[in-house]
T-cell receptor, first 111, second 115 residues
């Protein structure tokens, strides 16, 4: 059965800390892995990682994909209170039309 | 480009009623997917529509249905509402045809409360 597992489930840090969020997956016909940030309502897209693009970076956020070990990590450096959110990892199945999500990591950044 | 829009944003219904939610995808996106998000189950896939055809369906009862119109706008319907249907319903659109098309862009959701 295809599955996506995230850890930790929740995390509390102080502003300025660096955090690492984990996502492992077991899927057939892997195509890509997506990271989203969800604050109030809509998950907003952060990164897509594929076999040909195993590392992405945007400002203080970066992500890598380890296709051999079947996991991805999302790093956030110099955290800010605005980084407080749920971070979701998802893997597209069945030609991309169905996303299977992990349970998410709830990140709280304290000032 | 305008993002994915969903209406209404909030709904309160009673058990046994039915409800229709609407979603307008990003301009040019022909694929629309629907998800249910609850604290206990997380984000669960409901179904996907492309060119007015349902291409995939998640593990939900037949009370959950949907359709897509020729302009790619989509509606989902839940009949005979149950308390357990209370959730955030999210719509997402994408432009399939390439690997980048795997990325789904989400709307703000409709918060449904069933009393």
């Amino acid at each position: 059965e295809d599955k996506v597992v995230q850890s930790p489930l929740s995390l509390v840090v102080h502003e300025g800390d660096t955090v690492t969020l984990n996502c492992s997956y077991e899927v057939t016909n892997f195509r890509s892995l997506l990271w989203y940030k969800q604050e109030k309502k809509a998950p907003t897209f952060l990164f897509m990682l594929t076999s040909s693009g195993i590392e992405k970076k945007s400002g203080r956020l970066s992500s890598i994909l380890d296709k051999k070990e079947l996991f991805s990590i999302l790093n956030i450096t110099a955290t800010q209170t605005g980084d407080s959110a749920i971070y979701l990892c998802a893997v597209p199945m069945e030609y991309g039309n169905k996303l299977v999500f992990g349970a998410g990591t709830i990140l709280r950044v304290k000032s | 480009k305008a993002g994915v829009t969903q209406t209404p944003r909030y709904l309160i219904k009673t058990r046994g009623q039915q409800v229709t939610l609407s979603c307008s995808p990003i301009s040019g996106h022909r694929s629309v997917s629907w998800y249910q998000q609850t604290p206990g189950q997380g984000l669960q896939f409901l179904f996907e529509y492309f060119s007015e055809t349902q291409r995939n369906k998640g593990n939900f009862p037949g009370r959950f249905s949907g359709r897509q119109f020729s302009n790619s706008r989509s509606e989902m319907n839940v009949s005979t509402l149950e308390l357990g249907d209370s959730a955030l319903y999210l719509c997402a659109s994408r432009s399939p045809g390439s690997l980048e098309g795997d990325t789904q862009y989400f709307g703000p959701g409709t918060r449904l409360t069933v009393l």
